[in-house]
């Protein structure tokens, strides 16, 4: 939780401006407000590290991708490949924009291949959201030779990898739109917030108004705008920016010590055998929020974190069976709970959920350990980390051959 661990008098004074003024609302009041635009000055510091043309900021990175697809044209009965390793906030916003989710396999990227999205295409595909897993990137010339072959539109979920890149282009830029999430957990947070990105000025202005009931804030009364479209309200409020704000700042400061810390676990690390890494489609634009871990197999992956547990090693996330972020743990998905009938359960899933088979998804995250990186660390702590990890490791795979 990078963002968090930096939390400090910077986002005090952001907020206090705004709770000088009272002005909790981003738009309008502009006599009572004393100049301070912190949803218009959240979105231009996303803009500065993304080099995105436009970003619009929003309550959530679910409301954000969910935006990101409303405002692509994605909605009722259209097919959309997706992964089976991600925040469940994606497999969400498709179904609640009324598409249908098709699950394809992920590769040592963590993200979806170019070869799992073409095996998963049908006639009716229409879409790929594609998420960018746990800090890093997936590996997008071959992605977009697939996109562009079969004309497909893409979403980019980059709710994991604000500040990101691959060959220079921020992760969300290579599709219509794009996401970003300000959660708690992320690089930088605003307590609550997403931000939706694009390059395309008419995506951007209907997802300005989608995100709040249709207004397209222009003029200064507000009653009376107009409603290019129907919306909802996804808006941020200023508190909440006031934060992401403050820590948007501090980002590329973050990204910088997580680089230096991941290096040095990297190093030792790969000196142990049966330790190898999580592909990095493009090394230099890693944010560098996760260390993640390749062991031999599930076997031996669950081994290590039963002697993690034992040695008291924090800070890791096995998502294969302990978190909320694989398809093995969506039985609510599988089952269709719903609160109320969605448009899968209508037309019909174009895939039996229960009985998916994705063996290459099965066993690159059974294999998968994640360590979360603290920029608070210091350079002993991260040695002595790297060090212990490799002792669970040597340990794990010993019982292994035994
Ligand atoms: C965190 C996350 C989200 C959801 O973001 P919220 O701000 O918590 O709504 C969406 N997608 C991915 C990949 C995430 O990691």
């Not at 009931?213 to 909802?232: A, I, K, S, T, Y």
């Amino acid at each position: 939780m990078p963002g968090t661990e930096l939390f400090g008098a910077e986002e005090r004074k952001e907020v206090n401006d705004v709770l000088d003024t009272g002005i909790l609302f981003r738009y309008g009041h502009d006599a009572q407000r004393n100049g301070h635009w912190k949803a218009k000055e959240f979105e231009d510091e996303v803009k500065k590290i993304t080099g995105a043309k436009y970003a619009h900021a929003m309550s959530s990175g679910s409301t954000a991708v969910a935006t990101a697809l409303a405002a692509s044209g994605i909605g009722a009965g259209d097919e959309v490949i997706v992964p089976p390793f991600t925040f469940i906030a994606t497999i969400e916003a498709v179904l609640f924009v009324g598409a249908l989710p098709v699950f394809a396999e992920v590769d040592e990227t963590l993200c979806l291949s170019a070869e799992g999205i073409e095996k998963a295409i049908s006639p009716k595909t229409k879409a790929v959201c594609l998420v960018h897993m746990c800090g890093g990137m997936a590996d997008m010339d071959p992605i977009m030779a697939v996109i562009k072959k079969h004309n497909l539109v893409l979403v980019e979920d980059a709710g994991q990898a604000f500040a990101a890149s691959y060959k220079g282009t921020s992760t969300g830029l290579f599709g219509t739109a794009g996401s970003y999430s300000f959660d708690f957990f992320k690089i930088a947070t605003a307590g609550e917030g997403g931000v939706m990105v694009t390059n395309s000025e008419a995506v951007y202005k209907i997802a300005d108004c989608y995100s709040d009931h249709g207004h397209n804030h222009e003029g200064n009364n507000r009653g009376m705008e107009q409603h290019p479209v129907l919306g909802f309200n996804y808006r941020i409020g200023e508190l909440n920016a006031a934060v992401g704000l403050a820590q948007t700042r501090k980002v590329p400061h973050i990204r910088e010590i997580n680089r230096k810390y991941k290096g040095i676990l990297t190093e030792i690390l790969s000196k142990t055998d049966g330790i190898s890494f999580a592909r990095l489609a493009d090394p230099s634009g890693d944010s560098a929020t996760f260390l993640n871990l390749l062991l031999p197999d599930t076997e031996a992956a669950k081994r290590t974190v039963a002697a993690m547990n034992e040695a008291g090693i924090g800070g890791f996330n096995y998502w294969y069976t302990n978190m909320y972020h694989f398809i093995n743990q969506w039985d609510h998905l599988k089952n269709m709970k719903t609160a109320s009938p969605l448009t899968v359960e209508v037309v019909g899933a174009p895939q039996d959920y229960q009985h998916l088979s994705l063996p290459k998804s099965q066993e690159v995250i059974g294999r998968l350990i994640s360590f979360g990186i603290r920029c608070t660390w210091t350079e002993e702590e991260v040695k002595a980390l790297a060090n212990k990890i490799s002792d669970c490791v040597k340990k794990a795979l010993a019982t292994a051959h035994a």
